[in-house]
């Protein structure tokens, strides 16, 4: 018989439990975040534990070593379900079985195919009460593009810009530093530290010959997978993109349309060219460029635009959440490119809105989130398996 818990307390708990696996976010990718807490038998707590890295000791096993001998007859709260198969690290459940805790309290089971349901299955097997269900939702969501992943096979999409009240996120000639102010480019900058990999339209390259980098202060060294979208390899070799930056990684994503020498100049200059399929206007087709990054492994996408790139993952219904920095000044000119370009509805109940949305005063501009309405986020509920 274990300690007993309220609802209550459970909730706070596995509240600290995701507070602990969101301190890794965007460092454990493909890996999930997970957090974990270990109760004695009395019903205090005994070790934390946090998933910092793939590769490294998961949580569970953190949290337990921490309580060492406390852990025995205690409770193990985790945000996902404990591993049951032999990865870069040894399996988590037959360790908690040795551990000697009583109950798995679990926020919701592991979508990964090789998980699934066999962890609790493992535990239950060996004596140890699972309970799941604890917040589920919640725990989806901190490991959102973990689980579309697993459920949809595809990298998640977030799709960022920074635009003035017109919408516009240049003027006609192409300048747009800075449309907001400081406060607001670095929350642009922190979520880089959030993601795999950063996605660009040629044109932006052409114009503003951004970096791409996630700017220092944010985790160390934190290797990004820069892309361009760019049929035929109009990047210049010059590109400050192409400059190799702590372990980052540059990919041209090109068509047949590509002259050779562009490609072989491009490689020389440190670019790796993927030559994909072509979409109905000729550009690159976005899916199977989307199919090919989470092979390697590719999560989370950040997509800095600009407005017709936008346009397209928002077209192809690939968008999956939007965080839009507002500055309160109007460029005032229909030859200035706005944040999000293409898009041929017309009806107005039929263009793509957002839910969950939040709003934030950064300085004097204004950042928008929130998650693109596409059935996909409204089912988040029902990717908790419970
Ligand atoms: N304020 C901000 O947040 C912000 C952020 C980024 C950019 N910008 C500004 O935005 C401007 C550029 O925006 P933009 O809309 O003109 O161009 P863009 O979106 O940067 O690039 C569009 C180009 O990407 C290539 N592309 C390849 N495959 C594509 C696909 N599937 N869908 C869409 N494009 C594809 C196409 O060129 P090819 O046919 O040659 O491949 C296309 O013309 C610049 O002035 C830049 O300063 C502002």
């Known amino acids: 018989m274990t300690v007993h818990l309220s609802a209550e307390r459970k909730n706070e708990l596995m509240g600290q439990a995701l507070s602990l696996a969101a301190r890794a976010e965007g460092m454990t990718s493909p890996n999930p975040l997970v957090g974990a807490i270990v109760l004695d038998a009395d019903g205090e707590i005994a070790g934390r534990g946090?998933?910092?890295k793939a590769g490294e000791p998961h949580a569970e096993v953190l949290a337990l070593q921490e309580a060492g001998d406390r852990a025995r007859g205690g409770i193990l709260i985790v945000t996902l379900e404990p591993c049951s198969h032999q990865g870069r690290t040894p399996p988590c459940?037959?360790?908690?079985?040795?551990?000697?805790?009583?109950?798995?309290?679990?926020?919701?089971?592991?979508?990964?195919p090789q998980v699934q349901g066999k962890g609790f299955e493992h535990l239950r097997a060996h004596g140890v009460g699972v309970e799941t269900g604890i917040?589920?939702?919640?725990?989806?969501?901190?490991?959102?593009?973990?689980?579309?992943?697993?459920?949809?096979?595809r990298p998640f999409l977030t799709l960022k810009a920074a635009a003035s009240l017109d919408g516009k996120i240049a003027t006609r000639s192409g300048q747009s530093r800075w449309i907001t102010g400081e406060a607001a480019r670095d929350a642009g900058h922190q979520l880089r530290n959030k993601v795999d990999a950063i996605l660009v339209g040629v044109e932006t390259?052409?114009?503003?010959?951004?970096?791409?980098?996630?700017?220092?202060?944010g985790v160390a060294g934190k290797p990004l997978t820069r892309v361009?979208?760019?049929?035929?390899?109009?990047?210049p070799s010059h590109a400050r993109?192409?400059?190799?930056?702590?372990?980052?990684s540059t990919i041209l994503a090109a068509t047949d349309a590509a002259p050779p020498a562009r490609e072989k100049a491009l490689r020389e200059a440190g670019a790796e060219i993927i030559r994909g399929e072509a979409d109905p206007q000729d550009?690159?087709?976005?899916?199977?460029?989307?199919?090919?990054?989470?092979?390697?492994?590719?999560?989370h996408i950040l997509v800095e635009?600009?407005?017709r790139v936008h346009g397209s993952f928002i077209q192809e219904g690939l968008a999956d959440r939007l965080f839009y920095f507002l500055a309160p000044l109007v460029v005032g000119d229909h030859e200035a490119p706005g944040a999000v370009s293409g898009l041929d509805e017309e009806k107005l109940q039929s263009l793509p809105g957002l839910f969950n949305v939040t709003h934030e005063v950064l300085g004097d501009d204004l950042l928008i989130q929130g998650y693109f309405k596409r059935p996909i986020w409204k089912d988040a509920k029902d990717w908790t398996g419970v």
């Not at 917040?135 to 096979?153: D, I, S, T």
């Not at 390259?205 to 202060?217: I, N, S, Y």
């Not at 361009?228 to 990047?235: F, Q």
């Open 50 to 52: 946090w998933h910092q």
């Open 93 to 112: 459940a037959p360790f908690v079985v040795e551990a000697g805790v009583a109950r798995v309290i679990a926020a919701v089971s592991d979508p990964n």
């Open 135 to 153: 917040m589920a939702e919640e725990a989806v969501r901190c490991n959102e593009a973990y689980f579309l992943w697993w459920r949809r096979g």
């Open 205 to 217: 390259v052409l114009k503003d010959d951004p970096l791409l980098t996630a700017r220092p202060g």
């Open 228 to 235: 361009v979208l760019d049929s035929r390899l109009r990047t």
């Open 241 to 248: 993109i192409l400059a190799p930056r702590s372990g980052s």
């Open 283 to 299: 550009r690159v087709s976005l899916a199977p460029l989307l199919e090919l990054l989470g092979s390697r492994g590719v999560r």
């Open 305 to 307: 635009g600009g407005g």
